[in-house]
């Protein structure tokens, strides 16, 4: 409703409608009184938080846009290809929880930054959602608000000590220049798009070859490979070892999914993992669909504009279709 059918400015209102429609729905008499109530609740509160999420994002983008401006970015990760420039995610000193929201843009000398590394300098940053005065959704769906691009030189200092939120991404660039070094150059590439779900290794002619076959989705991480890790893990510890199981699982999960880049897809098959693992432990059984919704929820409250990703709706919609569809088939 948020995203497709109802602009900004009703947003509240419609809110403030399916809060008085609460003690309504209490009032009347039918047997599913308190799921429509519980239902109406949601749908307000869910309405709200959109509503206050988009303004800040709105205002956070309009106070940092601009040219010339003074900024202090932190490297978030390593800088790959972007087009005609190389980018790299950093973090806005100042800009609140949207401070990882951003991406800068520049030439070859990103290639030598590191995580934990501190820019400064004057920058031009403009609104990741409006390219060309054309709105676009696919940054602020992967939570990506701010485009930041420099103005001049900039200051680089290297810190002392590297903080533990870059462990993730060291580990997986180390992985990707140990396989580089172990495999040879035509199967690197598909090993690291395996294991790491980087793709940018691949040849022009990998890539179509890997459309042609209609096996590129592989290499997006996602339930798959978290399929794989989960049965490497239970035949080490044993499966009938639901407690130990669970605390190897769970961090192995958890530090995967971080070194792939916790998209859609990666988030929605740990969430799921973690709920089949938290099963047993609490004697309840695992349903897909809470699972499945579950894993919508806690994406949706990182950042409910993600619901504009494609990968987000095709990635559910597939789930649905194989724990709904499939069985009836």
């Not at 609140?96 to 991406?103: E, I, K, Q, T, Y």
């Not at 696919?138 to 030189?153: C, N, Q, V």
């Not at 180390?174 to 172990?182: A, H």
């Not at 059984?285 to 709706?313: C, K, R």
Request: net charge negative; with cysteine.
């Amino acid at each position: 409703l948020g995203q497709y059918l109802l602009p900004g400015e009703l947003l509240p209102w419609a809110a403030s409608g399916c809060a008085l429609l609460v003690p309504l729905c209490l009032l009347w008499r039918g047997r599913n009184r308190k799921r429509v109530a519980l239902l109406t609740a949601g749908l307000c509160l869910s309405l709200l938080y959109f509503w206050a999420y988009s303004g800040y994002v709105r205002g956070t983008v309009e106070r940092y846009a601009g040219e010339e401006v003074p900024l202090t970015l932190t490297v978030t990760g390593y800088a790959e290809e972007g087009g005609v420039r190389c980018r790299i995610p950093v973090r806005v000193a100042g800009a609140g929880f949207l401070r990882d929201g951003a991406m800068l843009y520049g030439d070859e000398v990103l290639y030598t930054l590191e995580p934990g590394d501190q820019v400064t300098g004057l920058f031009t940053v403009n609104d990741a959602a409006t390219i060309h005065d054309t709105p676009i959704t696919s940054f602020t769906a992967k939570g990506r608000y701010l485009m930041i691009f420099p103005d001049g030189e900039l200051a680089v200092e290297q810190p002392e000590r590297r903080s533990l939120s870059t462990l993730p991404a060291r580990i997986a660039h180390d992985l990707g220049r140990r396989v580089d070094e172990i495999f040879s150059p035509e199967s690197a590439p598909f090993l690291k798009a395996l294991l790491l779900g980087d793709d940018s290794g691949f040849t022009e002619e990998q890539e179509s070859d890997l459309s042609e076959t209609g096996l590129y989705h592989i290499t997006a991480v996602s339930g798959m490979h978290f399929g794989y890790l989960f049965m490497m893990l239970s035949f080490l510890v044993g499966i009938h070892r639901p407690r130990r199981l669970a605390a190897v699982t769970v961090p192995v999960v958890l530090l995967y999914m971080l070194l792939v880049g916790a998209s859609a897809s990666v988030v929605r098959a740990c969430i799921m993992m973690l709920f089949v693992l938290a099963g047993p432990l609490l004697g309840r059984e695992s349903d897909p669909l809470t699972s499945l919704s579950a894993a919508l929820l806690a994406l949706l409250l990182a950042n409910p504009l993600s619901i504009a990703g494609v990968g987000l709706q095709l990635s559910f919609a597939s789930m649905v279709g194989l724990l709904v569809l499939s069985p009836r088939i």
